[in-house]
């Protein structure tokens, strides 16, 4: 690996009305490397690389493609200068078939003047080669609405290919990934390193980092904290560097006592063959129940099942031992359920709604006063206290939920549920993609509510979220529970093991 | 600091500048236009199509479109025209009927309107059938049954007049000076205002536009709520097909006809968003009052009218141009 660059960003910064977005940051980047680019949310990192795409023009600083000065005004150019995203939300034509979305734009023609069509031949074998080329199974003419993530994503790394990018940014490439997809993707990774590309990778998870990572940069408060070799690097010295404290602890000591038995599930059994099946657990009062298992395990059609959004074949739910019927989540709300779904953006947030109406949209009907009008006080209150009390950060009550952070996006999710006064929260994936440092709020706000006696379900793929957090894990794998293990004595080996048991 | 600031009240508030704008412009050609008849006039016009507007507003914010709009106005303006003619008028349509009392007929188009308005959210919610497709469905039938009821002999199509005075005094008459017309605009424009932003009703109605799916997660019953925001809406046009009668002093089965398209054209150059979850009741009175001063204005200054559909045209789309920005993601 030769010294020199294969792009450099120096001196970026970037300022928006009342914020220093970017303020002086150098990054370099060398040829055949996997760079991580590290950072809470809202360090400054899609700034950084919004600038790199021409989305936003840098106020100051230059960047360099192989030592060269390069101007970029908009994603065409980075196109054309080799530089392409893989953005963590894929956005493909669905309804055409794989060809046709890489080579969109650009289609290859034939024919002369103004008798020219699509030539479907050459793109079908074009599009073959590539994907030979980088040893990916995709056939050119399938449908993309009908492949998984991992091979849309594929296919999306093919196209940056196909333009010949010698610069990949890889936006949170693995979030909703499986293992074994996990993996494949790796070895894409490895492929393009060796055909001299440089990939700017963006992630959360740190066991990732350091498995893929050549180069580690990381990114604070719109500065730049450092760029160090990956070797030389551990989760503990990311972490510290990335929130800019030594972090003692990562999660919340916890002080909730599990009571007598609230909710008690018996085979619960989806109608459909591939989905959840034989599922029986019980959960404490005051209990935190962690759910393991591997993307693709049904966990979240499980507690939507429970919560009345999926319908279930078989299977009996008893809450205070009596037997309950939730065919909806009104009913789920009569039992005093709560759901704080895993797509925060599609089934959670309303984002053009303010703050103060996401807090209450879940229990308007506290606040009918008898002329059938709301009650706009004592709403303004309760929003105002609970917004209070999960110290979100937002500039007002007033504010479109959809200016906020993930994080704080999400205590308002919590606000609006605990305003129903629920009894049992089922959490599916409370923490993904919120940054570290609410993350930790996030947790102790689920420890305090355990102790306060309410019941928690908690899905999540990250082990040690599951581990510090859960009195118990209920591990499912391919639709059925493969078993329980205690939170605080499990270990990453074996909830693994669980999780993979059921596989075929 | 302060330019900026300026840009955004000017975007925030872009409709309401728009508004003023046409209004000084229409004046400056002609100063007469500065004229309380006028502007009275502009309200006389504009105060069925804010009802009906704001019945479209209903629909729009919960993310649907309702396009049987135009053809309830026409139902509701024949059965009410029909039942309320006077008793010495020659061709009747009930001839034997006896004077019934003014409320009764207008009751019963109201609830005809409110019945479409049922069918409509019912379908949409039971059958999961997209709006524009089910609303498009009964506004044929609509149109069908009104054609039919207009049929009937002794009427056999003719146009109904001979209408009532204490009828067409709704749209006609004064109380204080104020045309009685524009007066119940304002009444159920405050209380369309209480609706959305006091009811439960109001709230659901903006999540179920803002999010359906977050809206079934939190426990809305969203179903009942749009079959309850369809029927309110369905009323509205029951009242509006009345109030029209009523000030035209007559009715056809082909009244109403397009209003649904400016119904919708009042409601997103007011401000609402025909992706949901965002509208208010002033937008939508700003909406109505800016095609008021179109359609008046520019007649009032002598602009040909095949003139005044493109200039109306060029109004729908740089209004909605301007006050989309204010939702646009901040760059």
């Known amino acids: 690996m030769g010294n020199r660059y294969l792009l450099e960003m120096i001196n970026i910064s970037k300022e928006f009305p009342g914020v220093k977005a970017l303020d002086g940051v150098t990054i370099r980047v060398r040829p055949g490397t996997v760079h991580a680019l590290m950072g809470e ?23 360099l ?32 078939n794989v060809m046709e979305n890489i080579w969109l734009g650009r289609f290859p023609l034939k024919g002369f003047g103004p008798f020219r069509f699509v030539d479907e031949k050459k793109m079908f074998a074009d599009t073959q080669k590539l994907f030979q080329d980088l040893d990916m199974d995709i056939k050119p003419d399938t449908i993309v609405g009908s492949m998984s993530v991992s091979q849309i994503q594929m296919m999306e790394i093919a196209k940056a290919v196909s333009y010949n990018s010698k610069v990949i940014v890889m936006d949170e490439p693995t979030s909703s990934l499986t293992e074994n997809e996990v993996a494949q993707l790796f070895k894409t990774i490895d492929e393009l390193k060796e055909r001299g590309v440089a990939i700017i990778y963006i992630s959360h998870k740190m066991e990732e980092i350091l498995k893929i990572a050549d180069d580690v940069t990381v990114m604070r408060d719109g500065k730049l904290v450092g760029t160090w070799p990956a070797s030389e690097m551990t989760i503990d010295m990311i972490i510290s560097k990335m929130v800019g404290r030594d972090l003692t602890q990562r999660f919340p000591v916890r002080s909730n006592t599990p009571g007598e038995v609230l909710l008690r599930v018996e085979g619960l059994t989806s109608p459909f ?32 099942a429970l919560f009345g959004l999926r319908s279930v074949a078989s299977g009996k739910i008893f809450i205070n031992d009596r037997e309950v019927k939730i065919n909806s989540p009104i009913d789920a709300k009569k039992h005093k359920m709560a759901l704080l779904t895993e797509e925060r953006r599609v089934t959670g947030i309303f984002p053009v709604l303010s703050v103060m109406e996401n807090t209450l949209v879940a229990n308007q009907h506290q606040y009918v006063t008898p002329y059938k009008l709301l009650h706009q006080q004592k709403r303004k209150e309760d929003a105002d206290r609970n917004v209070k009390m999960l110290r979100v950060k937002t500039p007002s009550l007033k504010t479109l939920i959809k200016d906020l952070s993930g994080g704080n996006q999400q205590k308002v999710i919590f606000a609006r549920w605990l305003l129903t006064e629920p009894d049992i929260l089922i959490l599916d994936e409370p923490t993904r993609g919120i940054d570290i440092g609410a993350k930790f709020e996030i947790y102790t706000i689920i420890a305090d509510l355990a102790k306060q006696g309410k019941s928690i379900i908690m899905i999540s793929s990250e082990l040690p979220e599951l581990m510090g957090m859960s009195d118990r894990i209920m591990v499912m794998s391919a639709g059925q529970v493969s078993g329980f293990v205690d939170g605080a004595s499990a270990t990453e080996e074996e909830i693994m093991r669980l999780a993979t048991r059921l596989l075929v | 600091m302060s330019g900026r600031k300026i840009i955004s009240f000017m975007s925030q508030n872009a409709i309401y500048i728009v508004l003023v704008v046409l209004v000084i412009a229409i004046a400056i050609w002609d100063t007469r236009f500065l004229s309380l008849t006028v502007f009275r006039d502009i309200l006389l016009q504009s105060s069925t199509r804010t009802i009906i507007a704001l019945g479209a507003a209903f629909v729009l914010i919960t993310g649907g479109v309702d396009l049987s709009t135009g053809r309830v106005v026409g139902l509701t303006a024949v059965l009410s025209a029909s039942m309320l003619q006077t008793t010495d008028y020659a061709q009747r349509f009930y ?8 409320w009764l007929p207008i009751v019963i188009a109201i609830v005809a309107g409110l019945l479409v308005g049922l ?7 039971k059958f999961s059938i997209p709006p524009f497709i089910a609303t498009l469905g009964t506004m044929v039938m609509v149109y069908g049954i009104n054609s039919i009821y207009f049929d009937l002999p002794p009427n056999n199509s003719q146009p109904i007049g001979g209408l009532r005075p204490d009828f067409t005094n709704l749209g006609t008459g004064y109380v204080f000076g104020m045309p009685i017309l524009v007066l119940i605009a304002i009444i159920v424009s405050i209380l369309v205002w209480i609706v959305f932003n006091k009811t439960v009703l109001g709230k659901n109605m903006y999540a179920i536009g803002g999010n359906r799916e977050a809206a079934i997660v939190s426990g809305i019953n969203v179903g009942k709520n749009l079959l309850f925001i369809y029927a309110i809406a ?17 009715a056809t089965n082909n009244y109403g006809n397009m209003y649904e398209l400016d119904a919708i054209a009042a409601c997103v150059v007011g401000g609402v968003s025909t992706s949901g979850g965002i509208g208010t009741v002033p937008g939508v009175l700003a909406g109505v009052l800016i095609f008021g001063v179109i359609n008046y204005g520019l007649t009032f200054i002598g602009v040909n009218p095949y003139w005044q559909l493109i200039i109306k045209g060029l109004i729908i789309v740089t209004a909605v141009a301007f006050d989309i920005r204010k939702y646009l993601a901040k760059r």
């Open chain 1, 41 to 63: 949310n809202g360090a400054g990192k899609s700034t950084l690389m919004k600038c790199l795409f021409g989305i936003y023009r840098p106020d100051e600083g230059e960047i």
């Open chain 1, 65 to 96: 493609l192989n030592g060269q000065k390069v101007t970029i005004t908009n994603s065409k150019d980075a196109l054309n200068h080799g530089i392409s995203m893989i953005h963590q939300e894929l956005h493909p034509v669905p309804f055409r």
């Open chain 1, 273 to 304: 063959a591939k989905s959840f099946r034989n599922v029986s657990f019980e959960l404490r009062r005051g209990e935190i129940l962690g759910v393991g298992g591997l993307v693709g395990a049904q966990r979240t059609e499980l507690v939507e």
């Open chain 2, 95 to 102: 001839p034997n009927l006896g004077e019934m009392p003014l």
């Open chain 2, 119 to 125: 069918l409509n959210g019912f379908v949409i919610s």
């Open chain 2, 234 to 250: 369905g009323a509205l046009y029951g009242l509006g097909g009345v109030l029209e009668a009523a000030r035209t002093g007559g």
